[in-house]
């Protein structure tokens, strides 16, 4: 810093030359000019892009967000299944991200993802995200007369409807105060054959979710129930006739006869006591 002064008669001056402030007493005119030089300063460059994720899942929900498959933020849904994970110090460039999750017991959420170009010095809130519900079927066997049970975990008090697409059929619950939801198929009700089963959750009556994973099971008919036989019926052939009668004959009074159906009251003989049961069961 310089600085030039000129004096004309009795002067008293002060400078304070750090903070460029003077206090000047003088009883005549007095003249002072001040040059000094300020040090520039380069503003930063912008900052690197950061990416904000924020929505729904299941209750305590194991959330992960990854960017062209590497991972870049993770969180845990609250009760409420309410989730926000933010993804910071990103490059900027066109990216593919997925948030992806596991329900409190552990099973898979349907993850969904987002194609985003982002730019240095923005950030970038995406909101209304809802990951799909989970599922589990408790059977992937039935028959006919049998029920398999769906269920699975998402928001709290989300509508969730579940459809057997193959039919296409569809079942509805609500989802408990723990995300928890649960339908009944019944065999008969989809019929024979192999279905598939998905489910999609509906928040606050407006916010639907992702479909769920597809998860499948089979029915089949109920099995002929094996026909009942009389004792005196020999040959099973429903009747109890002269066939049954000829075949008793010919092991007639053999002590543990090769075909021990003819000895009706096993007791080790063939004799009139079969023959007797015979007759009574006859048919003809």
Same mark, same amino acid.
């Given at each position: ?28 005119? @007095?003249? $002072? ?12 460059? &912008? ?15 194991? %959330? ?18 309410? =989730?926000? $994970? ?11 991200? $997925? ?58 008090? #989300? #509508? $969730?409807? @579940?459809?057997?697409?193959?039919? &296409?059929?569809?079942?509805?619950? %609500? ?28 928040? +606050? ?5 992702? =479909?769920?994973?597809?998860? #499948? ?27 049954? =009668?000829?075949?008793?004959?010919? !092991? ?12 009706? +009251? ?13 007759? !009574?069961?006859?048919?003809?």
């Amino acid at each position: 810093m310089a600085m030039a002064v000129r004096r004309r008669g009795r002067i008293l001056l002060s400078v304070a030359l750090g903070a460029l402030v003077f206090g000047v007493q003088a009883a005549q005119a @007095v003249e $002072v000019s001040v040059s000094a030089g300020v040090i520039g300063t380069t503003p930063p460059g &912008p900052q690197n892009p950061v990416v904000e994720f924020r929505g729904l899942a299941a209750p305590r929900a194991a %959330l992960t967000v990854t960017r062209n498959s590497s991972t870049v933020g993770q969180t845990t849904a609250d009760d409420a299944a309410s =989730f926000a $994970v933010t993804a910071s110090d990103q490059s900027a460039g066109q990216y593919e991200f $997925v948030v992806a999750g596991k329900d409190g017991d552990g099973r898979v959420l349907t993850s969904v993802s987002f194609t985003l170009n982002l730019t240095a010095g923005t950030t970038t809130i995406v909101t209304g995200v809802f990951l799909g519900p989970s599922i589990a079927l408790d059977k992937t066997t039935v028959t006919t007369s049998e029920s398999v049970s769906a269920s699975g975990a998402t928001a709290p008090g #989300s #509508s $969730v409807t @579940v459809t057997v697409t193959s039919e &296409p059929k569809t079942y509805t619950a %609500l989802a408990d105060s723990n995300g928890r939801w649960q339908v009944t198929i019944k065999g008969a009700d989809v019929g024979e054959g192999s279905h598939n089963v998905k489910a999609r959750a509906i928040a +606050n009556g407006v916010t639907a979710s992702a =479909f769920s994973a597809s998860v #499948s099971f089979s029915v089949s008919a109920e099995p002929t129930p094996a026909p009942s036989y009389k004792p005196s019926d020999i040959n099973q052939d429903t009747k109890v006739n002269l066939i049954d =009668f000829s075949i008793m004959l010919f !092991y007639w009074q053999q002590r543990n006869p090769a075909n021990p159906r003819v000895d009706l +009251n096993g007791d080790g003989i063939v004799n009139i006591v079969d023959f007797s049961i015979l007759l !009574y069961e006859w048919t003809g």
